[in-house]
């Protein structure tokens, strides 16, 4: 007798087990730069569907390798999970189709390495056929569920607030929802935006389901957080929501710099939602970008910060006033203490454990090389903006 990859008896089914999980193990070692390789979720924080990303792949592949080796199709209890993990990107708003390509895109990239960095031919002209089986499995789970929960009222009742946040956020006002009693759309709103820190999967959905608990609150994903539409009541100039806002989100450690931030504005009319917005992405990119202590992002914290970073034409040339000192990184260092220090050259001297005199010389070097006086007020605030410009522009600033 013969097994499925043509070897005779144990000894061939013994190489064959081993063969397959060599290959088990080489494609679990690819799936880091995997995602890296993938466009984003359209519209979705990254940080929010990495973690499922990474569970997912995983699983995707211990399912893939158990079919290989057995040659019984999972079963529905078995890509349950998987089915769940879909259904919550469509929940997201992700069209069907975009979480579909993921399974094709993720069958060609592990195809094309292994193809690359395995030897046995025998095994991937195995693997190949049972691959294009297993993705078109999952693929067709998938979709009968999604078409499945489509005819569900809650899943209606999502779509449509979403599409009340979109028409909100677009400055449409969203009259065929308007006498809806279901969906109740309040008047004036504390626009909120979100943004996040890193790969924090779990924290970012645990943050989203404490907002999206608010009463009558509008949500809509992006992919550097989202945006929350929180009610106001009469009369509140979004203080009260603000103070009900941040009593839902998570403690977190003073002095420490936050998982996210929150750009705030209060919308006093519909009609001032987009530019409130469009403030709020600004001050929460400026969280980000400048690592507040702070969660909560205000203008009124933040004057001197929002008039550089929203200067778009301005900021690149801002920034460079500061590129003679790139070659100088002791200048630069003094510099950004001396303007931290609120321009006090002893506190400078005392941080940096150097002679007053040192100090007074290196900002006469700045002096020379940018041809700005660190000691004049105007060219003071001209260099505290260029270094600020500097920084967003490092860091990526895109409100």
Not at 247 to 254: C, D, T
Not at 351 to 380: F, I, Q
Request: proline content about 6%; aromatic content about 6%; overall charge negative.
């Amino acid at each position: 007798m013969s097994d499925a990859g043509g070897r005779a008896g144990p000894r061939g089914h013994a190489h064959r087990t081993a063969a397959i999980d060599g290959l088990h193990q080489a494609a679990a070692s690819l799936l880091e730069g995997f995602y890296g390789t993938l466009p984003p979720y359209a519209q979705l924080p990254h940080s929010l569907v990495e973690t499922d990303f990474a569970r997912g792949a995983k699983l995707n592949v211990d399912l893939f390798f158990e079919y290989l080796r057995r040659g019984a199709e999972p079963s529905e209890a078995d890509t349950r999970e998987l089915v769940e993990l879909a259904m919550d990107r469509l929940r997201d708003g992700t069209p069907l189709a975009d979480v579909l390509e993921r399974y094709r895109l993720g069958a060609v990239f592990l195809w094309d390495r292994l193809r690359d960095s395995v030897g046995d031919e025998r095994l991937l002209l195995e693997a190949s056929p049972a691959l294009l089986k297993y993705v078109t499995l999952v693929s067709a789970r998938i979709a009968t569920a999604a078409t499945q929960r489509s005819h569900d009222p809650r899943w209606e009742l999502l779509e449509r607030r979403r599409g009340i946040a979109d028409a909100l956020l677009a400055g449409h006002d969203p009259v065929e929802w308007a006498a809806d009693p279901v969906i109740p759309v309040a008047d004036a709103f504390l626009v909120a935006v979100f943004r996040l820190c890193g790969s924090h999967g779990g924290t970012a959905a645990a943050l989203r389901h404490r907002v999206e608990a608010i009463p009558g609150v509008f949500l809509r994903l992006d992919t550097g957080g989202w945006t929350a539409l929180v009610p106001l009541a009469t009369g509140d100039d979004g203080a009260a929501a603000l103070a009900g806002l941040t009593a839902r989100l998570p403690a977190h450690a003073p002095g420490r710099v936050p998982p996210y931030w929150v750009g705030v504005g209060a919308a006093s009319a519909r009609a001032v939602i987009p530019a409130t917005a469009a403030e709020a992405r600004v001050l929460a990119e400026l969280g980000r970008c400048l690592s507040w202590r702070e969660i909560i992002c205000r203008r009124t914290d933040l004057h001197f910060e929002y008039t550089v970073a929203a200067s778009d034409a301005a900021r690149p040339g801002l920034a460079g006033l500061l590129a003679p000192l790139d070659a100088q990184p002791m200048l630069a260092e003094t510099l950004e203490t001396f303007v931290d220090t609120g321009f006090n050259q002893l506190a400078t001297a005392r941080l940096l454990m150097v002679h007053r005199n040192t100090v007074t010389y290196r900002l006469s070097r700045v002096h020379e090389l940018t041809g700005l006086d660190p000691h004049r007020p105007a060219d003071a605030m001209t260099l505290s903006a260029a270094r600020l410009a500097r920084r967003l522009e490092s860091a990526s600033f895109a409100p």
